[in-house]
T-cell receptor, first 109, second 113 residues
């Protein structure tokens, strides 16, 4: 199993950059690293996915070191609406998604 | 936009009842998944289907079965509901076998009394 480990919770303030790190020591060669965001009473929503180095889209960046045993999701200048649970997962093939337990991000005014 | 819908947002059933959870996606996706989500445990895969009438067990299939008679619809069945099946159930779909991401439905919160 490609187990992922991430902090249970984090606090931040509006306007700050938030970095959430996930460890995935058993990642395999062809696995991808994916992050999802989930609000209460909703299904998870895709944020970003990467294989190595750095990936950036309009909402986040994903940093993956050369050994790929960890990854860091970076959210620039968070707002109150970014308060949510963030899941790190390893994707293996098209049908295996190994979810972590999630990090509850609390953004304060 | 891809839309994945689930038949109920909240459901209350009694122990021993047969429970059907329905999921429909409107984008002709090949692959569909059922997860359950519990506090501290994240999402755990129950079953997935890669084609009509095709299914494979996930990590926790015990006590569940599934049905996929049409491409757009994937049903999760609890043959005899038990209290330990009280949970949030999430359906998801993926177009094919490439690097696409999963699209999730809003979830069904099931309470078994």
């Amino acid at each position: 199993l490609a187990k992922t480990t991430q902090p249970i919770s984090m606090d931040s303030y509006e306007g700050q950059e938030v970095n959430i790190t996930c460890s995935h020591n058993n990642i395999a060669t062809n696995d991808y690293i994916t992050w999802y965001q989930q609000f209460p009473s909703q299904g998870p929503r895709f944020i970003i996915q990467g294989y190595k180095t750095k990936v950036t889209n309009e909402v986040a960046s994903l940093f993956i070191p050369a050994d790929r045993k960890s990854s860091t999701l970076s959210l620039p200048r968070v707002s109150l609406s970014d308060t949510a649970v963030y899941y790190c997962l390893v994707r293996r093939n098209f049908n295996k998604f190994y979810f972590g337990s999630g990090t509850k991000l609390n953004v304060k005014p | 936009d891809v839309k994945v819908t689930q038949s109920s947002r909240y459901l209350v059933k009694r122990t021993g009842e047969k429970v059907f959870l329905e999921c429909v996606q409107d984008m002709d996706h090949e692959n569909m998944f059922w997860y359950r989500q519990d506090p501290g445990l994240g999402l755990r895969l129950i079953y997935f289907s890669y084609d009509v009438k095709m299914k494979e067990k996930g990590d926790i299939p015990e006590g569940y079965s599934v049905s996929r008679e049409k491409k757009e619809r994937f049903s999760l069945i609890l043959e005899s509901a038990s209290t330990n099946q009280t949970s949030m159930y999430l359906c998801a779909s993926i177009p094919g076998r490439g690097g696409e991401t999963q699209y999730f439905g809003p979830g069904t919160r099931l309470l078994v009394l």
